[in-house]
């Protein structure tokens, strides 16, 4: 799907079985659907980057390999892993179970995005979500 047109409606919606984009103009009366993607993955949440208006970040979850964040520049007709998944320094001894919340950082911080993670915790990326 390609950027929606200025003044539509736009939802985003994680399932336990993929994402799904829905899109109508203002009336919504009707409603276009593009998805699921990420089919038989759980998306935990699924937010549209309000600095661009172009960007789209994904938790996604499966039980076979775990969390990680996903991220597309192009309203999900690609989407790209971070380089080695959210998680922590090897040393620490901690493990990520899932990635739960993903936040944009400000307008004043390009780049930035910010995850909520179980059990409990708070990492940044500087790179759009590449790295943690």
Not at 1 to 25: H, Y
Request: proline share 5%; hydrophobic share 35%.
């Amino acid at each position: 799907m390609s950027r929606p047109r200025k003044g539509s409606v736009v939802v985003l919606v994680g399932t336990r079985k993929g994402a799904f984009i829905f899109r109508s103009d203002t009336r919504r009366k009707s409603w276009l659907c593009d998805g699921p993607h990420f089919l038989g993955l759980n998306v935990h949440h699924f937010i549209l980057d309000p600095r661009d208006l172009e960007t789209l970040y994904a938790a996604t979850y499966v039980d076979w390999w775990g969390s990680d964040l996903q991220r597309s520049t192009n309203w999900g007709r690609t989407w790209q892993r971070t380089k080695e998944g959210v998680r922590y320094e090897k040393e620490s001894g901690l493990s990520v179970k899932c990635v739960w919340h993903i936040r944009p950082g400000r307008r004043s911080e390009p780049g930035v995005v910010y995850a909520g993670v179980d059990p409990a915790g708070l990492f940044r990326s500087d790179d759009s979500g590449r790295t943690w």
